[in-house]
């Protein structure tokens, strides 16, 4: 079964934020990481993924993704906070999938 990802990637502690949905989170993070992706994120080297959510329905992800965008920038910290408070580098927890 598929599963999609929506996800926010930084590019530092309170750094610059992307938020994007996949269905391949390792390999999208590692397109950012790697700056294979011409860009917001590589202009802004956003290379650190700091939070996500995984949803077996495309449609709720790219509805969650939607709402997330438009969310305040305070809004957005605290759901990476409550989750990943020191703001470690998830990659190395999803590079399997």
Do not use: C
């Not at 599963?3 to 996949?22: E, H, W």
């Not at 959510?53 to 910290?77: C, F, N, S, T, V």
């Amino acid at each position: 079964m598929k599963r999609f990802a929506v996800y926010i990637m930084a590019s530092r502690r309170n750094g610059t934020l992307y938020t994007g949905l996949t269905s391949s989170l390792s390999r999208r993070v590692y397109a950012h990481r790697e700056g294979l992706m011409a860009g917001f994120t590589k202009k802004y080297g956003i290379k650190r993924l700091v939070w996500y959510e995984m949803h077996d329905d495309k449609q709720a992800a790219y509805e969650r993704e939607a709402r997330i965008k438009k969310w305040r920038r305070d809004w957005k910290l605290n759901l990476i906070e409550d989750q990943n408070p020191d703001w470690h580098d998830l990659f190395e927890e999803i590079a399997h999938d």
